[in-house]
Nanobody
Framework: QVQLVESGGGLVQAGGSLTLSCAASGRTFSEYHMGWFRQSPGKERDFVARISKAGGITAYADSVKGRFTISRHNAKNTVYLQMNSLKPEDTDVYYC????????????????WGQGTQVTVSS
């Protein structure tokens, strides 16, 4: 499995921006579809965005479409989540995930996970 480490979370005012990064190690990064999920305490882990192995295909949750952008740099073994026009309801722990076999919207289909990074949006 690939090892994943997220960074870039923090506290931001509503309307502001943050960029999350997820650095991968241990396996060939370009062999993995990558995704971002988020989770609040006591709730399920929700899909945010995903990107294909080569980066040509992306998908987003309706709640973030037009505000968030997922990208990847395979030479740097890193996937990013650019978050603009942040809202208080975007407050969550954000997780990076890797899936080798297929692209999916579901957390259960991802094989490897990072430890998460907290994003807090104040009103």
């Amino acid at each position: 499995q690939v090892q994943l480490v997220e960074s870039g979370g923090g506290l931001v005012q509503a309307g502001g921006s943050l960029t999350l990064s997820c650095a991968a190690s241990g396996r060939t990064f370009s062999e993995y579809h990558m995704g971002w999920f988020r989770q609040s305490p006591g709730k399920e882990r929700d899909f945010v965005a995903r990107i294909s192995k080569a980066g040509g295909i992306t998908a987003y949750a309706d709640s973030v479409k037009g505000r968030f952008t997922i990208s990847r740099h395979n030479a740097k073994n890193t996937v990013y989540l650019q978050m603009n026009s942040l809202k208080p309801e975007d407050t969550d722990v954000y997780y990076c995930a890797a899936a080798q076999s297929s692209a999916s919207f579901f957390a259960r289909d991802f094989d490897s996970w990072g430890q998460g990074t907290q994003v807090t949006v104040s009103s």
